[in-house]
């Protein structure tokens, strides 16, 4: 790399996806916290109408800073599914725990 | 959303989501700068070889901050694939700009 405009912005770019890297992290956490509780107050995975909701307002959230909604949407829709498979991995861990248990 | 609990990891979601939008926002800001400084420069929109760097990058931060690492190379190559269509985009409108500035 030898295009000194280049690469101060990829160090923007890196500053920012580290940023982005432990949200994300951050986030994960809370909706690990999230599956756990759901699976045992035994309520489902996905919730659609949550999932509207917070589609509606980061569509609007993107437009207020100039980002395109629908690459937005794609984006949390992308997310959320990742949280939905981690929330039933949990509830099927919690599943076999309790089998376990009532096993012995 | 009567749930109390529920509705205290929420808005926590809903926080990170906020600044998760903004700084995607800020970094698609500087991403059409490097667009529109390759199409004038001439550089190809893609970068093989700095995506890999960045995919690396990013899954040392992944591990470190407890973020799947799988998960994070599946979002960069997300982020950049809207980002090299971004490119695509205005490298095609400055080839337009620049076959009508040669029609005048």
């Known amino acids: 790399m030898t295009d000194e405009q280049l690469a101060r912005y990829r160090s923007s770019?890196?500053?920012?996806d580290a940023?982005?890297?432990?949200?994300?992290?951050e986030r994960f956490k809370i909706t690990q916290d999230v599956g756990r509780y759901?699976?045992?107050a035994g309520l489902p995975a996905a919730d659609l109408e949550r999932e509207e909701r917070q589609?509606?307002?980061?569509?609007?959230?993107?437009?207020?800073?100039?980002l395109d909604p629908v690459?937005?949407?794609?984006f949390l829709r992308f997310i959320v599914a990742e949280v939905i498979h981690h929330h039933q991995?949990?509830?099927?861990?919690e599943s076999k725990t309790s089998d376990d248990s009532s096993a012995i």
Chains 1, 2 share one sequence.
């Open 13 to 16: 770019i890196d500053n920012i």
């Open 19 to 25: 940023a982005l890297v432990h949200m994300l992290a």
């Open 38 to 40: 759901k699976a045992t």
């Open 55 to 66: 589609v509606a307002r980061l569509r609007a959230l993107a437009e207020e800073s100039g």
């Open 71 to 74: 690459f937005t949407e794609k």
């Open 89 to 93: 991995r949990i509830a099927e861990n």
